[in-house]
């Protein structure tokens, strides 16, 4: 089974200005040091001194936004610079409101600088992951499940591993609901991105992941009942 | 036990940490705090349980965080 590919490239679901936090103790307000108070103070300016600060603020986001496009230029060697600029530009803008609705869940826990430049480089990430996945299809049954055993049977300890194998295909075709399966398929064992599979399954990268996790927890539960030594295949003993 | 880097690799993706995460959406909340410990020399596994183990289980929270951290490298 596969996802087809959606026609254009859409926005970033998961929506920094409305994605809500969960769990973990919540932070306290620190003292803020004078650059980020002189960013609070001029972006919640009026005319003038606010246009300036916004400008300067989208000027630092286009520069994270960049950055992330170079680092990722490599591998999407058929999008052309022009065009990998305005994603990057289209990330900037997008990462602009995001900063701009949020300035007062800034609580001085970090550099100003250091806030703004994560929703730049979130937008330019999902972005280009998206932008690479464009016009292909998402797969989401185990046609690599064959591809993944002779990747990883080493000959000498086929008999091993191969028990280990079995028993983990045969938690992921038992143990896991339809829903967990392709998810941890399509993420885990094809290497689809998240926000691709977000995108086509129209939901968001922090209930994927969740769905990812509860899977990982059914299947290691499963292969420790097996009676496998899982810490040591995954080089877990010393944590 | 032959050492498998590979095998540990791909059991380590179907699998994920065996530590407590947070989710996606908390790591995003709080990156930046966390980077900015890393880069100040302090404790930031201390200062944001989880999100550590968030990282090793999530690829697009990891190269987020590694762009952020390489973006602050370079222009700081």
Known sequence: ???????????TDMNPATAPVTGGAPRTPQPLDADSREWLRSLR????????????????????????????????PHLRGNELDEIALEAADDALMSVLARLDDFRGASRF??????????????KLRRRSWQGREVPLEPESWDRFEAAVLAPE????QGELLASLQH?????LTAHQRRVLVALALNEVPIDVLAERLNTTRGALYKTLHDARRKLRKHLEESGLA?????????? | MTERPDLKQALGRLLGPG???????????????YVDVELAGGDADAAVPGLRAHLDGCPACREEHDSLRALLDTHR
Not at chain 1, 45 to 61: C, M, P
Not at chain 1, 157 to 160: L, V
Not at chain 2, 19 to 27: H, L, R, T, Y
Request: charged share 30%.
């Open chain 1, 1 to 11: 089974m596969t996802l087809p590919a959606p026609a254009t490239v859409g926005r």
């Open chain 1, 45 to 76: 300016a009026s005319g003038a001194e606010r246009e300036a600060a916004t400008a300067r603020l989208h000027a630092l986001l286009l520069r994270a936004a960049r950055f992330e496009a170079s680092r990722r230029a490599a591998r999407l």
């Open chain 1, 113 to 126: 600088t250091t806030w703004v430049y994560k929703f730049a480089l979130l937008e330019a990430a999902v």
């Open chain 1, 157 to 160: 300890e086929r008999a091993e």
């Open chain 1, 171 to 175: 938690g992921i075709d038992e143990v």
């Open chain 1, 230 to 239: 899982l810490a040591v295949w995954l080089g877990e003993e010393e944590r």
């Open chain 2, 19 to 33: 530590a407590s995460e947070i989710g996606c959406d908390e790591c995003f909340a709080r990156l930046d705090e």
